[in-house]
């Protein structure tokens, strides 16, 4: 069963332009995570972020936290054509677990 | 480390016929997951093993779906009978513990075996 739901489901924007892509959740978290799939591959883990924290970079990469409205969104600064892709974000449950991913959101960055 | 591999990449059956997926995951993880991807369902989580031990198959679909794993190098999703509504990408991913209590962490996932059930 999917836990997160992402926003948009597309995105379509220039490339320099910054993506900034929204996941919701439903039940308390120990930590949340950002994937990435390129077209028929398997998914490439980006960042995690714990419950206890709020924001985090890692180079074009910025991702939120707000436990209290169960939400997060992924920044990606100055977008790459290369950047193309669906993004999911992943929550691990209070157990610790299992992990388990929205239904993702496609970007597309255009040259 | 070579990641994880599946095995095979592609597979077409027909209706009726069993189908084994295999992954191996990366050397030293001690967890290990098994995802299904379609368009309409996004990815589910079906199994997830510990040590080679299934913790929670509360995602298996049905009983045709069965899944082990009888080393920690090795582990097998079969499908018998298979169905066209099975259709979907299966990954594999693995993971080691992560922290006190090996709370979730980083997933490495495979490139995932592409089932086509006619």
């Known amino acids: 069963s999917q836990q997160g739901e992402e926003d948009p489901q597309a995105l379509s ?42 924001e985090k970079h890692s180079g074009r990469l910025r991702v939120t936290l707000d436990t209290s409205k169960k939400s997060s969104s992924l920044l990606i600064t100055a977008s790459r054509a290369a950047d193309t892709a669906s993004y999911f974000c992943a929550t691990g449950d209070t157990g610790g677990f299992k992990t388990i991913f ?3 959101t496609r970007l597309f960055v255009k040259a | 480390d070579a990641g994880v591999i599946q095995s095979p990449r592609h597979e077409v059956t027909e209706m009726g016929q069993e189908v084994t997926l295999r992954c191996k995951p990366i050397s030293g993880h001690d967890y290990l997951f098994w995802y299904r991807q379609t368009m309409m369902r996004g990815l589910e989580l079906l199994i997830y093993f510990n040590n080679n031990v299934p ?55 495979g490139e995932g075996s592409r089932l086509t059930v006619l």
């Not at chain 1, 959740?25 to 799939?37: A, G, H, M, V």
């Not at chain 2, 582990?75 to 993971?95: G, H, M, N, W």
């Open chain 1, 13 to 54: 924007i220039q490339e320099g332009e910054n993506a900034t892509m929204n996941c919701s959740y439903k039940t308390s978290i120990n930590n949340l995570q950002w994937y990435r799939q390129n077209s028929g591959r398997g998914l490439v883990h980006l960042i995690l972020i714990r419950s206890n924290e709020r």
């Open chain 1, 102 to 104: 929205g239904a993702g």
């Open chain 2, 55 to 109: 913790i929670d198959d509360s995602g298996m679909p049905e009983d045709r779906f069965s899944a082990k794993m009888p080393n920690a190098s090795f582990s097998t999703l079969k499908i018998q009978p298979s169905e066209p509504r099975d259709s979907a990408v299966y990954f594999c991913a693995s993971r080691n513990r992560a922290g006190p209590g090996g709370k979730a962490g980083e997933l490495f996932f």
